[in-house]
């Protein structure tokens, strides 16, 4: 079985930064793509990025792309989403998500709130 343990949510003001960090448990966490995924009150979860198990390709939502970046760290089994210039529509409960070939599974999330 599989944890991931996110990290690193807060309060922020629009236009303000936070790092968040999802922690793996495992032997073979470079082995496989890791995500991001956000769930807004009301709206239904949605992909924010993804990278790869080497970390040399990622992947971003359009709503995202140039203000937030994926990156991890396979020695630390841990995987990172960099956000910054936040907005108030970035409001959400962060999940991290680890895709294997018949599974995947999800962290407990932790909650970005951008005050506008």
């Known amino acids: 079985q599989v944890q991931l343990v996110e990290s690193g949510g807060g309060l922020v003001q629009a236009g303000g930064s936070l790092r968040l960090s999802c922690a793996a448990s495992?032997?073979?966490?470079?082995?496989?793509?890791m995500g991001w995924f956000r769930q807004a009150p009301g709206k239904e979860r949605e992909f924010v990025a993804r990278?790869?198990?080497?970390?040399?390709?990622?992947y971003y939502a359009d709503s995202v792309k140039g203000r937030f970046t994926i990156s991890r760290d396979n020695a630390a089994n841990t995987v990172y989403l960099q956000m910054n210039n936040l907005k108030a529509e970035d409001t959400a409960v962060y999940y991290c998500?680890?895709?294997?070939?018949?599974?995947?599974?999800w962290g407990q999330g932790t909650q970005v709130t951008v005050s506008s």
């Open positions: 998500n680890q895709e294997r070939a018949t599974s995947q599974y």
């Open positions: 495992g032997r073979t966490f470079s082995a496989y793509r």
């Open positions: 990278i790869s198990g080497g970390g040399a390709y990622t």
